[in-house]
C-alpha cells in the first residue's frame, strides 16, 4: 500500500471516472487501474463497481473511504508541517470543516484571502465535529467551520452563511405530491427517516428540528454511512431522508425545500469558530476578520440566505 494508490482510490471516488481520476492525478489511466487493484488485493475487497455508463463505490468502499481521506489529509499536515518548521517565515492557517460544509463555496470564501495574502498557507482537513473541536482545542487547528452549535467561552465565532434543507421521500411517497414545490413539516412529521452518524452534526439539526415542533423522530434502525446513501435508501423506500441542498445529488429531482408551520422555510446555519488565544499571530488575526467582514459580502454576492426573519434556522444543540 502507499500513498500514491490512496490519490487514485480518491479521485475515482470523487470523479466517478477512471478516465477523469487518471488525468487528474496525472497518470495514465491503466497504472491508476492497476494501482487501484492492487490496493483492493492488499485490502481484501473490491472497491469500486464499475459498469459501462459509471463508477461508484461499493458498500465497502463508501465504508473505508473516510480513513483513506484522514490518511491523505494527515500526510498533508505532515508536509505542511514540516515545511512550517523549516521555513519559519511560511505562514500557515489550519481549518478543520465538518462534511456538512459546501465545498464549493468554501473555496469562494477563502480565495479572497489567499489571493490578498500568498504568503499565507491554507490546510483544511475535513472531520467530524467532535474531533475538530478536540484538535482546535490542543491547538491542532486554527478555526473550525460546521454547524452553528453552543461552544467553550475560550472561543469566538462568526456567522457564514445560511443553506436550506431538503426533504427526500420515500419512493412509494412520490406520487402523493409529484408538483409540490415545497412540504410543510407537519406533513411529513410522521415518516421514518435514514440517518448517518451524528459525526458531521445532520442528525443532531434533525433531532433539534423535531423537539422544536414537539414531535418525536422516527429512526430508522440502521445507518447510511454518506449523503449518497441516504439519497439511495429513500429511492429504495427504505425511509425518508432530510440533506442540505448541497448534499442533495442532480440526479434526485424530487427533493423539496421544508417549511414549518408559518411558512419560513427551515434552514441551517453554518459559522466558523476559533480559539482567542490563537489570534496573536498577525496572521490568523487578519483571517478572523476576512471571516467577519469580507465572507458576509461573498455570500450575499452569491445570492445566498443570510440571517433574518423569513427563515427558520435550527442548531445542533
Known sequence: MNLNQLRFAHAVATTGSFTAAAAECFVTQPTLSNGIAQFEEELGERLFVRTTRKVTLTAFGIHILPC?????????????QAQAFLQPEKRLIRIGTSPLINANLLGLMIEPFQRENPAVDVVLREMNMEDLYRMLDSDQLDFVFGITNTHK????????YQEPLLFIPRLAELHKSPHAQSVQFKDISDETYVMVPDGCGLSRATRALFRSHRRKLNEYAGQAMSYQVLEEWAMLGIGAAILPKSKVSDKTQHALPITDKAGVDVVLDFQAIWSRKGLQLPHLFAFSNHLSQVVPAVVAGLGLGMKNESQASYQSN
Not at 483513506?68 to 505542511?80: E, N
Not at 467561552?153 to 457564514?160: A, K, Q
Request: charged residues 10%; aromatic residues 10%.
Open 68 to 80: 483513506i481521506i484522514d490518511v491523505l489529509s494527515a500526510q498533508a499536515t505532515l508536509v505542511h
Open 153 to 160: 467561552g475560550s472561543w469566538d465565532s462568526t456567522f457564514l
